[in-house]
């Protein structure tokens, strides 16, 4: 993986799982969509998959807080953050990078305004 981005904490990366749901999360986003989206992948009953979220550069604290409260109760959640924005492909393909060795079958991407 690239340098742009660093992990929140240390993820198991020899593990395996099925899925991968990635999203990139950026200034210009709203916490409430946000709290929804995440809420929404964790809330389904398919569980075996990492949910990474990627934070674009900077961003408000608010966003920071609940992202990192979230990713401390929730190990399926991957925290990654971004010096500076990026935009989405970087952050998708950082994502991709991340989770490669845990050989997912399938990868999707979530919007947090989805």
């Known amino acids: 993986m ?3 981005f660093s992990f929140y904490k240390e993820y198991p990366t020899d593990k395996r799982v099925e899925t991968v749901v990635a999203m990139a ?3 210009g986003d709203r916490i409430e ?3 929804e989206a ?3 992948i964790l809330g389904q009953s398919y569980a075996n998959f ?3 979220i990627v934070v674009d550069g900077d961003v408000p604290n608010v966003f920071t807080q609940y992202l990192s409260d ?3 109760k929730d190990d399926r959640v991957w925290l990654m953050f971004g010096a500076q924005n990026r935009g989405l ?3 998708m393909n950082a994502a991709i990078d991340a989770t490669l060795a845990l050989k997912p079958k399938y990868f999707f991407r979530m919007d947090a305004d989805d």
């Open 50 to 52: 990492v949910f990474v």
């Open 38 to 40: 995440v809420e929404s």
């Open 33 to 35: 969509w946000i709290k």
């Open 2 to 4: 690239n340098n742009q």
């Open 70 to 72: 979230i990713a401390n």
């Open 25 to 27: 999360v950026y200034a």
């Open 89 to 91: 492909s970087t952050c």
